[in-house]
């Protein structure tokens, strides 16, 4: 539907309305009073965002009424409020001068104001129940009657507008879709939307400052005075995380922010002012980013009265030129004004100055605004009223002042000025359009008379061009403000009023006349929605649907092909089209028949340009490119009688507890509310798209099982229903670990002996561990004798894989008790859970050193122990290929029967072979008896940790596969 189509649409409003007369609800277009109210109508009123129809107003003397198909409500004076149901709007306290009422009329911000927490709120849910979303407008229509008990003021700041939706069964539209409608409709209405983030225009921050000085920030535009705050303008000394107590106040009308700090600051100091990005202007465009200032305080307390001199010739001075003074040191700007700084004639008149001071150079331009007369005596005062920037009053002999005496020039040049050249002389066509004007004069000329006698003026208009002017020596340059047109003819005129200092006349008037550059397209095309055959969302769409869509200007038919245009499944699954272009407008049709009851998504692509190579924004407006996606559905295949499935499981295993909940069905459905689910306490229906059920979680359980069902009349588009209810469970996941991490096992194992001297110390844990608590503070090896000594650095302790191992750079003592000690509350695991040590102690490992140290040097990769070498082979073979293996590398497979020479299997030397060699207890390794030939495995069923082994087993097969273990002698 075109945008104001208001015919058809008021016909569907006025339907509505004796619908809802009819049932007793409100929400129809009908704006007729049903109050008692008999005052008259003030004014016409429109509600907008585009028209919004359908909304209860109630007026000041209390006639109410709903807005009409064109937004339309009757106005009366004084307050009216705006509701949908039980849901108040907002209100006005008057109608605005064009008789439009905006979203931003009702929160109170500037039109341009599309980012403002309230506007988005309000826009969100007149955009989300829009009954008719086709269409450009807003048709509340039936959707009214949904919140008659709803109880709430969306314009206040606690109300969420979300929950209010989803709880009605409404799909909340996005931040971008709400953004895009608002920015829409202003664009409409010739209202530029703010999207400028604020600047800084100047601080007095490039000098320095006296010690009870302000710091003053002056802004590009107006704030928002939220957002002027103390925790966003922070004032410190620098290199100190000391914020300076200050107060903040600001000024609107000159956008200048004022910090006051409660002390004077101290002299000689450094100090920073940051300002953070959280300040925004009154659109709610944020600070692009941080910004620091730093200045200086003066050295020392300045008590010192400033002097003026007087450099200007004080004999024969030049008729029209500005005269000068300066000042000892830096003064207070604000006291330079024509009332302590005058000039007088001989007859004691005051004349006419304009005063410039330059805070470089501490001096002060008076220029007079009328011609000064020849061979006269002239007086400068300057009153003791101006201070320096510490307060210091100005120096004077008497009288409060000081005076300056000149004569002006006694003999007046006679001679004429004239424009000895231009830079249109050489050039006067294909100007740019940002380009600067000069024009040299064959003398000084006085400055006064450019102003009013140097004229710019687009031909075909009947007003000047506004520009500066800027006088260096005898040349002046014309700047106009804003870019020239292009493609257009200036004139530009030079009158015989400019003078030159002596009064003398230009010598002839000039005119220029010059042509700017030709115009350059550089504006992308735009779609013409309201002529194209296919919009978003659309339903019920032919499978033989061909479609068109109109720009706005003639395209680069080349960029249409090659994936310029894009017409795709759900599933990413591409249908061949042909595309034809005629007069600015696409014909897109499939090459086949499309699938029945399908979603498809069409994309206009930014490859498409205009003939000029500006790219297609399919969302103009908003930053970088974008492509135009229109969503639809095909209609349900005629002969489907089958009814629709599900794709997800019936029993969607374990989720996470914050996790949204996906139910996919085989094809698509008619559109899925609230009252076809019974959703499990905890959860909300949240949308269906694409064949898919979205649930999302409210206040749900650890390690619950939820059930939900699915109603027995949910359809397909044929109007096939399930026939039957069905049921999705689930189950969250566990709580989150709190548990202490445990010490699995240890290298050595407690109460070993002969551990040799050289050998790492391990200690597995069951989790994996924050490394960066794995330290010698946490991990303690010392002796048993003098356990108050830590023998190992930070360096010495590494952690991998739930395992720290610590390696002291030198080789233990001999036949000494050790302690490997783990710090109660040190180490920590990943949820930070602290190491609980054994019974609420440190948790120690005891063990000793062997008696006399190794005779051997075991080859790498083996380890020593009792003075053999034994090496752990995690290549898994059988019996034969194993003991082969050991053979090959001049060893053999360990004998068990004769390894442990005195105790049996039930020894601590077991103990002390399996903890020196590192066997790891949940592995089986081949061993040998070496006489009979006789195959053994040592598995974890015959031994354990910190337990005897037992005997080693027969009764493994020789073929089956195991690590093994040689030894070499």
Same mark, same amino acid.
């Given at each position: 539907m075109n945008r104001y189509q208001f015919i058809k649409s008021s016909c569907i409003a006025i339907t509505t309305a004796v619908l809802l007369t009819g049932c007793g609800g409100g929400g129809g277009g009908s704006s007729s009073s049903s109050s008692s109210g008999s005052s008259t109508v003030s004014a016409k009123g429109y509600l907008i965002d585009a028209a919004v129809s359908g909304v209860k107003y109630i007026n000041a003397d209390g006639s109410t009424g709903f807005t009409n198909a064109d937004g339309s409500f009757d106005y009366k004076t004084g307050t009216t409020r705006f509701y949908v149901g039980g849901i108040k709007i907002g209100e006005i306290n008057q109608l605005s001068s064009d008789k439009k009422t905006f979203i931003q009329d009702i929160v109170g911000v500037s039109r341009s104001n599309i980012s403002h927490p309230k506007v988005l709120k309000i826009a969100t849910f007149l955009q989300s129940i829009d009954s008719d979303p086709s269409t450009n407008e807003i048709e509340i229509g039936n959707n009214f009657q949904k919140f008659n008990s709803v109880n709430d003021d969306i314009s206040n700041d606690s109300s969420n507008v979300n929950t209010i939706l989803s709880n009605k069964g409404f799909s909340v539209k996005s931040q971008f879709e709400v953004k895009k409608h608002l920015e =829409?409709?202003?664009?409409?209405?010739?209202?530029?939307? =703010?999207?400028?983030a604020p600047i800084v225009s100047s601080t007095n921050t490039t000098k320095r400052l006296n010690v009870s000085s302000n710091i003053n920030i002056i802004f590009s535009e107006n704030l928002l005075v939220e957002t002027i705050t103390s925790n966003n303008f922070e004032l410190k000394k620098l290199n100190s995380d000391i914020v300076v107590s200050s107060s903040i106040s600001y000024n609107s009308s000159t956008n200048t922010v004022s910090i006051n700090p409660n002390a004077n600051l101290d002299y000689n100091e450094q100090y920073i002012l940051t300002i953070k990005t959280d300040v925004k202007d009154n659109s709610n465009n944020a600070l692009r980013s941080e910004l620091t200032y730093n200045f200086t305080t003066l050295s020392l307390p300045d008590d010192t009265k400033p002097s003026v001199t007087f450099t200007t010739e004080s004999t024969n001075a030049v008729l029209n030129k500005a005269l000068e003074i300066k000042f000892s040191e830096a003064i207070d700007n604000n006291l330079i004004n024509s009332t302590n700084i005058i000039l007088k004639d001989n007859g004691n008149n005051n004349i006419e100055t304009t005063l410039d001071y330059n805070s470089v150079t501490n001096s002060v331009t008076i220029t007079p605004k009328t011609s000064l007369k020849p061979d006269t005596e002239y007086t400068i005062k300057v009153k003791d009223t101006i201070t320096d920037l510490a307060g210091n009053a100005l120096e004077t002999a008497s009288n409060n002042e000081v005076s300056f005496n000149f004569t002006t020039i006694n003999q007046v040049e006679s001679t004429a000025p004239a424009i000895s050249s231009s830079s249109l002389d050489s050039n006067a066509n294909d100007i740019a359009i940002n380009s600067n004007i000069t024009l040299t004069f064959s003398k000084e000329v006085d400055i006064k008379t450019l102003e009013n006698n140097i004229?710019?003026?687009k031909n075909g208009t009947n007003f000047d061009v506004s520009r500066t002017l800027t006088l260096v020596g005898n040349t002046v340059t014309i700047n106009p403000v804003s870019d020239m047109s292009k493609n257009a003819t200036y004139t530009l005129t030079v009158l015989n009023g400019i003078t030159d200092i002596y009064a003398n006349s230009l010598s002839d008037e000039k005119t220029y006349t010059f042509t700017t550059e030709q115009e350059v397209d550089n504006t992308r095309p735009v779609l013409v929605d309201s002529e194209s055959t296919l919009n978003d969302n659309d339903k019920n769409v032919a499978i033989n649907s061909n479609f068109s869509f109109t720009f706005n200007e003639n395209l680069a038919e080349n960029t249409l092909q090659n994936d310029g245009i894009v017409l795709e499944d759900i599933n990413g699954n591409k249908t061949a089209i042909t595309v034809t272009y005629t007069n600015k407008i696409i014909n897109i049709n499939s090459n086949t028949d499309l699938k029945y009851a399908t979603s498809y998504k069409l994309k206009l692509t930014s490859k498409i340009t205009d003939v000029s190579g500006n790219e297609f924004d399919g969302m103009s407006g908003l930053s970088g490119l974008h492509d135009k996606v229109i969503n639809f559905t095909t209609i349900a295949n005629p002969s489907d009688t089958i009814a629709p499935t599900l794709v997800s499981p019936t029993n969607l295993g374990t989720v996470a507890k914050d996790a949204k909940i996906i139910v996919e069905f085989n094809e698509e459905l008619k559109n899925i509310t609230n009252s076809d689910l019974d959703i499990p306490s905890?959860?909300?229906?949240?949308?269906?798209?694409?064949?898919?059920?979205?649930?999302?979680p409210t206040y749900n359980n650890y390690n619950t099982t939820?059930?939900?069902?699915?109603?027995?009349?949910?359809?397909d588009l044929a109007n096939n229903t399930l026939g039957s209810n069905l049921s999705v469970t689930f189950k969250t996941v566990q709580e989150a670990d709190t548990?202490?991490?445990?010490?699995?096992?240890?290298i050595p194992q407690d109460n070993i002996e002969n551990v040799s001297i050289k050998k790492d110390l391990a200690i597995t844990f069951n989790e994996a561990l924050d490394s960066s608590s794995?330290?010698?503070t946490n991990i303690q090896l010392v002796k048993k004798d003098n356990q108050s000594t830590n023998l190992i650095s930070d360096s010495e302790v590494t952690y991998l894989n739930n395992v720290i191992t610590v390696n002291p750079t030198s080789d233990l003592d001999l036949n000494t008790n050790y302690i490997l000690l783990i710090k109660k509350d040190g180490v920590k695991d990943l949820a930070t859970n602290k190491f609980e040590g054994s019974y609420g102690s440190d948790y120690k490992i005891d063990f000793k050193t062997r008696l006399i140290a190794s005779t051997v040097n075991c080859d790498s990769g083996y380890v020593e122990h009792n003075n053999a070498c034994y090496k752990i082979n995690d290549d898994k073979k059988n019996f034969a290929d194993a003991k082969t293996a050991c053979e090959a590398t001049s060893s053999k497979l360990i004998n068990p029967k004769t390894l442990f020479y005195s105790g049996g299997w039930n020894s601590s030397l077991v103990g002390e072979f399996a903890s020196n060699i590192s066997l790891n207890i =949940?592995?089986?390794y081949w061993t040998n008896d070496d006489n009979a030939n006789q195959s053994y495995v040592i598995k974890k069923a015959t031994f354990s940790f910190g337990n005897p082994w037992g005997s080693p087993s027969s009764t493994e097969n020789t073929d089956n596969l195991h690590e093994y273990i040689c030894v070499k002698k």
């Open positions: =829409d409709e202003l664009k409409n209405n010739n209202i530029q939307v =703010d999207i400028t004229k710019l003026k905890g959860y909300l229906f949240e949308k269906y798209e694409n064949k898919k059920i979205y649930l999302k939820y059930t939900l069902v699915l109603k027995a009349s949910i359809s548990k202490a991490p445990e010490v699995l096992s240890s794995v330290n010698a =949940d592995k089986v």
